[in-house]
Protein backbone atom coordinates (compact mmCIF):
# COMPACT_ATOMS: atom_id res chain seq x y z
CA UNK A 1 0.00 0.00 0.00
CA UNK A 2 1.28 3.07 -1.22
CA UNK A 3 1.47 6.11 2.17
CA UNK A 4 -1.09 8.86 1.82
CA UNK A 5 0.64 12.22 0.55
CA UNK A 6 0.19 14.82 3.43
CA UNK A 7 -0.41 17.32 0.77
CA UNK A 8 -3.66 15.92 -0.64
CA UNK A 9 -5.17 14.78 2.80
CA UNK A 10 -8.53 16.24 3.55
CA UNK A 11 -7.92 18.44 6.72
CA UNK A 12 -11.29 19.28 9.28
CA UNK A 13 -10.69 22.03 10.69
CA UNK A 14 -12.01 21.55 14.88
CA UNK A 15 -15.54 22.84 14.59
CA UNK A 16 -16.17 20.35 11.61
CA UNK A 17 -15.00 17.84 13.62
CA UNK A 18 -16.91 18.48 16.81
CA UNK A 19 -20.14 19.29 14.57
CA UNK A 20 -19.53 15.25 12.91
CA UNK A 21 -18.79 13.81 16.40
CA UNK A 22 -22.45 15.68 17.39
CA UNK A 23 -24.31 13.82 14.45
CA UNK A 24 -22.87 10.61 14.92
CA UNK A 25 -23.73 10.61 18.93
CA UNK A 26 -27.06 12.25 18.12
CA UNK A 27 -27.61 9.69 15.35
CA UNK A 28 -27.00 6.89 17.25
CA UNK A 29 -28.83 7.37 20.33
CA UNK A 30 -32.03 8.17 17.98
CA UNK A 31 -34.74 6.35 18.39
CA UNK A 32 -33.23 4.33 21.45
CA UNK A 33 -35.19 3.22 24.27
CA UNK A 34 -33.34 4.75 27.84
CA UNK A 35 -31.84 0.94 28.89
CA UNK A 36 -33.24 -0.29 32.14
CA UNK A 37 -31.36 -1.07 35.32
CA UNK A 38 -29.27 -4.52 35.46
CA UNK A 39 -28.50 -3.42 39.01
CA UNK A 40 -30.27 -1.83 42.15
CA UNK A 41 -29.29 -0.33 45.59
CA UNK A 42 -30.25 -0.31 49.28
CA UNK A 43 -29.77 2.22 51.98
CA UNK A 44 -29.48 1.34 55.36
CA UNK A 45 -29.81 3.00 58.57
CA UNK A 46 -30.20 2.57 61.75
CA UNK A 47 -32.05 4.15 64.64
CA UNK A 48 -32.02 4.58 68.99
CA UNK A 49 -28.81 4.48 69.42
CA UNK A 50 -26.37 7.11 71.29
CA UNK A 51 -24.95 9.56 69.25
CA UNK A 52 -21.80 8.18 69.65
CA UNK A 53 -22.99 4.47 69.39
CA UNK A 54 -22.50 2.87 65.74
CA UNK A 55 -23.74 -0.66 65.01
CA UNK A 56 -21.99 -3.28 63.41
CA UNK A 57 -24.76 -4.17 60.52
CA UNK A 58 -23.85 -7.54 58.68
CA UNK A 59 -25.56 -7.33 54.91
CA UNK A 60 -25.63 -10.47 52.80
CA UNK A 61 -26.98 -10.83 49.46
CA UNK A 62 -27.07 -13.12 46.02
CA UNK A 63 -23.69 -14.11 44.80
CA UNK A 64 -21.49 -13.76 47.92
CA UNK A 65 -22.28 -10.20 47.98
CA UNK A 66 -20.81 -9.12 51.49
CA UNK A 67 -20.56 -5.99 53.54
CA UNK A 68 -20.47 -4.60 57.08
CA UNK A 69 -21.42 -0.74 57.95
CA UNK A 70 -21.50 0.76 60.98
CA UNK A 71 -23.45 4.10 59.54
CA UNK A 72 -26.07 4.97 57.69
CA UNK A 73 -25.11 4.10 54.00
CA UNK A 74 -26.43 3.17 50.71
CA UNK A 75 -24.92 -0.11 49.01
CA UNK A 76 -24.87 0.72 44.99
CA UNK A 77 -24.56 -1.40 41.79
CA UNK A 78 -25.42 -4.79 43.55
CA UNK A 79 -27.28 -7.46 42.14
CA UNK A 80 -31.11 -7.56 42.90
CA UNK A 81 -32.11 -10.08 44.81
CA UNK A 82 -32.78 -10.57 48.42
CA UNK A 83 -30.66 -9.16 51.12
CA UNK A 84 -30.58 -10.28 54.71
CA UNK A 85 -29.38 -7.43 57.37
CA UNK A 86 -28.16 -9.00 60.95
CA UNK A 87 -27.99 -6.37 63.16
CA UNK A 88 -26.02 -8.14 66.66
CA UNK A 89 -26.47 -6.65 69.97
CA UNK A 90 -24.27 -3.16 70.58
CA UNK A 91 -22.50 -3.07 74.27
CA UNK A 92 -21.28 0.03 75.67
CA UNK A 93 -20.40 1.23 79.04
CA UNK A 94 -23.80 2.20 79.68
CA UNK A 95 -25.95 -1.04 78.55
CA UNK A 96 -26.49 -2.55 75.62
CA UNK A 97 -28.52 -1.24 72.68
CA UNK A 98 -31.24 -4.34 71.02
CA UNK A 99 -32.54 -4.23 67.83
CA UNK A 100 -36.10 -5.07 67.32
CA UNK A 101 -35.16 -7.95 64.95
CA UNK A 102 -31.81 -9.89 65.13
CA UNK A 103 -31.65 -10.20 61.26
CA UNK A 104 -34.13 -7.90 58.65
CA UNK A 105 -34.33 -8.73 55.02
CA UNK A 106 -35.06 -6.59 51.92
CA UNK A 107 -35.72 -7.05 48.59
CA UNK A 108 -33.23 -5.16 46.15
CA UNK A 109 -34.51 -4.60 42.03
CA UNK A 110 -33.20 -3.25 39.13
CA UNK A 111 -34.05 -0.14 39.77
CA UNK A 112 -32.57 3.51 40.21
CA UNK A 113 -34.78 3.81 43.56
CA UNK A 114 -32.99 2.42 46.62
CA UNK A 115 -34.45 -0.18 48.59
CA UNK A 116 -34.89 1.07 52.34
CA UNK A 117 -34.57 -0.38 55.13
CA UNK A 118 -34.20 0.76 59.05
CA UNK A 119 -32.99 -0.92 61.95
CA UNK A 120 -34.30 0.65 65.30
CA UNK A 121 -32.37 0.02 68.55
CA UNK A 122 -33.62 0.37 72.35
CA UNK A 123 -31.37 0.64 75.26
CA UNK A 124 -32.34 -2.89 76.68
CA UNK A 125 -31.01 -2.18 80.03
CA UNK A 126 -28.28 0.62 81.80
CA UNK A 127 -26.10 0.42 84.59
CA UNK A 128 -25.22 3.22 87.01
CA UNK A 129 -22.15 3.50 88.89
CA UNK A 130 -22.22 5.49 91.81
CA UNK A 131 -18.78 6.57 93.26
CA UNK A 132 -19.79 8.63 96.92
CA UNK A 133 -16.31 9.93 98.00
CA UNK A 134 -15.09 12.41 101.22
CA UNK A 135 -17.78 10.86 103.68
CA UNK A 136 -16.07 8.86 107.02
CA UNK A 137 -17.77 5.88 108.25
CA UNK A 138 -20.35 5.65 109.75
CA UNK A 139 -22.20 7.04 107.42
CA UNK A 140 -25.24 5.80 106.40
CA UNK A 141 -26.63 6.51 102.68
CA UNK A 142 -30.01 5.42 102.03
CA UNK A 143 -32.48 6.21 98.93
CA UNK A 144 -36.42 7.04 99.06
Known sequence: MKPMDPRTQQRWSVRQRALLLGLLAGQLSCGKEPTTPVVGSLEISA???????????????????????????????????????????VWVATGRYVADAEMRTAKVTASPSPAEITVSYVLWDSRLTLTVSGFRPPHLLTSR
Open 47 to 89: SGLGATVRPNLIVTGPGGTFAVTSQDTVLRNIEPGTYAIASPT
